[in-house]
């Protein structure tokens, strides 16, 4: 079975642009999550989404944002990019939600690594 | 709120010895636990959970976790260390209805020759 991808994997934009980054799941798996790689900050939680539903949502500003399809695919969002945007953005797929008896165990893609400049 | 604590961010030990990697984690709920390790380059991989089953947990690559309430701690050995045991390996917390995995800082682990 194949594993959770993620495109583009590298990405150079510059102060001001947007960027959507793209991530599929684990065939079967509904819920994504994404998270964000820095140096400095470590691994941070955005946000989660199950059923084309924001379920839970990390502490970043609304320049971030995300969606996802009925295929389960999901696509997030950064607008107005700043130099401080520049991370690994992880994304993670698991069966199902928080309180499903153990399907909630995250796997995550390879990563898309941004670069702001 | 939930945290982990990840002792020193680096650990150094030579090909065939004991790999310990410290976690200590903060929850006022019952935790689920998580090891993942990440290689240059790469995602995360998961190496073994907690999910209250049992409080040793078996992982891949012969890792395993012992999970102690007592002392809040899940820490991660191996007993023998090999080269490609070298990586960055990430202790995480979830708690309750939350899907959210919190981390700690990460620890890089090299094995000497």
């Known amino acids: 079975k194949a594993g959770v991808t993620q495109t583009p994997r590298y990405l150079i934009k510059t102060r001001g642009q947007q960027v959507t980054l793209s991530c599929s799941p684990i065939?079967?798996?509904?819920?994504v999550s994404w998270y964000q790689q820095t140096p400095g900050q470590g691994l941070q939680f955005l946000f989660e989404?199950?059923?084309?539903?924001?379920?839970n949502k990390g502490n970043f500003p609304g320049r971030f944002s995300g969606r996802q399809f009925s295929n389960s695919r999901s696509e997030m969002n950064v607008s107005t990019l700043e130099l401080g945007d520049s991370a690994l953005y992880l994304c993670a797929s698991s069966l199902g939600i928080a309180g499903e008896g153990g399907q909630e165990t995250q796997y995550f893609g390879p990563g898309t690594r941004l670069l702001v400049l | 709120a939930q945290s982990v604590t990840q002792l020193g961010s680096h650990v150094s030990v030579s090909e065939g010895a004991l790999v310990l990697l410290r976690c200590n984690y903060s929850s006022s709920v019952p935790p689920y636990l998580f090891w993942y390790v990440q290689y240059p380059n790469q995602g995360l991989q998961l190496l073994l959970k907690y999910t209250s089953a049992a409080t040793l947990v078996k992982g891949i690559n012969g890792f395993e976790a012992e999970f102690k309430k007592s002392e809040t701690s899940f820490h991660l050995t191996k007993p023998s260390a090999h080269m490609s045991d070298a990586a960055e390996y990430f202790c995480a917390v979830r708690t309750g209805a939350n899907s959210k995995l919190t981390f700690g800082k990460g620890i890089t682990l090299s094995v000497r020759p």
């Open positions: 065939s079967g798996h509904r819920s």
């Open positions: 989404y199950f059923s084309e539903t924001q379920r």
